[in-house]
């Protein structure tokens, strides 16, 4: 499994980015595709998740109604469109892929990661 994934960036507050993310090596159906960031001096968190099964998806609290998770499973892709970014979600963003029998936890959103891409920077500056 490979997890690529593309679009950080740097943007003023207020702005928004669109991370991407190629996923190849998965069976149809039975994993999914998240992201999850890590900002300097703070523990990972998950940020938001996408079933590949029935577009399922899931989001942080700290993210709800200004990121959105969408997928084409025709490219294999996930994206994280994010707007109206904030200083606090300066971190690095890194695509993950799950199986759907790993842990998963909606609230607060969690779980367990197979497969780790490498991270892309997301930086929030004035």
């Known amino acids: 499994v490979q997890l690529q994934a593309s679009g950080g960036g740097t943007v003023q507050p207020g702005g928004s980015l669109r991370l991407s993310c190629t996923a190849s090596?998965?069976?149809?159906?039975?994993?999914?595709i998240g992201w999850f960031r890590q900002a300097p001096g703070k523990e990972r968190e998950a940020v938001a998740i996408i079933a590949s099964k029935d577009g399922s998806s899931y989001y942080a609290d700290s993210v709800k109604g200004r990121f959105t998770i969408s997928r084409d499973n025709a490219k294999n892709s996930v994206y994280l469109q994010m707007n109206n970014l904030t200083l606090e979600d300066t971190a690095v963003y890194y695509c993950?892929?799950?199986?759907?029998?790993?842990?998963?936890?909606?609230?607060?959103?969690?779980?367990?990661?197979?497969?780790w891409g490498k991270g892309t920077q997301v930086t929030v500056s004035s």
């Open positions: 993950t892929g799950a199986y759907v029998t790993s842990r998963f936890y909606r609230a607060p959103l969690n779980y367990d990661v197979d497969y």
């Open positions: 090596g998965f069976t149809k159906d039975d994993h999914n």
